[in-house]
C-alpha cells in the first residue's frame, strides 16, 4: 500500500533551517509529481511546493520562494525540502503528496514550530 512518512520537524528559532524528508513506498515513486503543503492552527492547508516526476521542474509558493528548496532522489523514493530564514507564520503541520492524474495520497505531517 501506498506509504509517505514525513521526518524532520522540530522547533527551531527565527532565522534558523530544518531539512524536512519524506520517505516513500508501496507506488512507483519516479512517476509521481511530489509536493509540500502546510497548514497552520485555524488555517487551511495550503501548498509549499512541488518538484516534477523526474525532478527537472519545481514551482513553490510566494511565501517560501527564495528560503525553501524542494528535491527528490529517485534512487532513495525520497523528496526533502530543505527551509531556510525560517519564520514564526512558517510554523505549520508539513505534509507531502504524492500525484498522478487523479490519483492522490498525503502522509501524516510532521510539525515545524518556529518561535524564540
Known amino acids: 500500500q501506498v506509504q509517505l512518512v514525513e521526518s524532520g520537524g522540530g522547533l527551531v528559532q527565527p532565522g534558523g533551517s530544518l531539512r524536512l524528508s519524506c520517505a516513500a513506498s508501496?507506488?512507483?515513486?519516479?512517476?509521481?509529481?511530489m509536493s509540500w503543503y502546510r497548514q497552520a492552527p485555524g488555517k487551511e492547508r495550503e501548498f509549499v511546493a512541488t518538484?516534477?516526476?523526474?525532478?527537472?521542474?519545481?514551482n513553490y509558493a510566494y511565501s517560501v520562494k527564495g528560503r525553501f528548496t524542494i528535491s527528490r532522489d529517485n534512487a532513495k523514493n525520497t523528496v526533502t525540502l530543505q527551509m531556510n530564514s525560517l519564520k514564526p507564520e512558517d510554523t505549520a503541520l508539513y505534509y507531502c503528496?504524492?500525484?498522478?492524474?487523479?490519483?492522490?495520497?498525503w502522509g501524516q505531517g510532521t510539525q515545524v514550530t518556529v518561535s524564540s
Open positions: 518538484i516534477s516526476s523526474a525532478g527537472s521542474s519545481t
Open positions: 503528496k504524492a500525484a498522478r492524474a487523479s490519483t492522490v495520497s
Open positions: 508501496g507506488f512507483t515513486f519516479s512517476i509521481y509529481a
